[in-house]
């Protein structure tokens, strides 16, 4: 079992930066693959990043690379996500996730995922 604990959301320009927060607890950090996904009013939960913090490997969603950053210190058991030139379609809610298990390639689709934190709101004016 593992408890999810998003912040850092908020409202930002457009082309600004946000640092994203996911403090997880139980469990032993590296043993999960972690992940990043949001959710727009009206739209599907859809993929951000995610990785394995026991290697350091990621995976984004095209539409984010070269602008966002996963990343994860293990010592705090917490995962992050570095987010740069944000654009208004982005505002949604981020949510934090981990999968039990460690699969051959770095999932992204929300079934693949065992635990949910409750989401931090970002929202990008223009």
């Known amino acids: 079992q593992v408890q999810l604990v998003e912040s850092g959301g908020g409202l930002v320009q457009a082309g600004g930066s946000l640092r994203l927060s996911c403090a997880a607890s139980g469990r032993p950090f590296r043993s999960y693959t972690m992940g990043w996904f949001r959710q727009a009013p009206g739209k599907e939960r859809e993929f951000v990043a995610a990785m394995r913090p026991s290697t350091g490997s990621t995976r984004y969603a095209d539409s984010v690379k070269g602008r966002f950053t996963i990343s994860r210190d293990n010592a705090k058991n917490t995962l992050y996500l570095q987010m740069n030139s944000l654009k208004p379609e982005e505002t949604a809610l981020y949510y934090c996730?981990?999968?039990?298990?460690?699969?051959?390639?770095?999932?992204?689709?929300?079934?693949?995922?065992?635990?949910w934190g409750q989401g931090t709101q970002v929202t990008v004016s223009s």
């Open positions: 996730a981990a999968r039990n298990s460690i699969a051959a390639v770095i999932p992204t689709t929300t079934n693949e995922y065992d635990y």
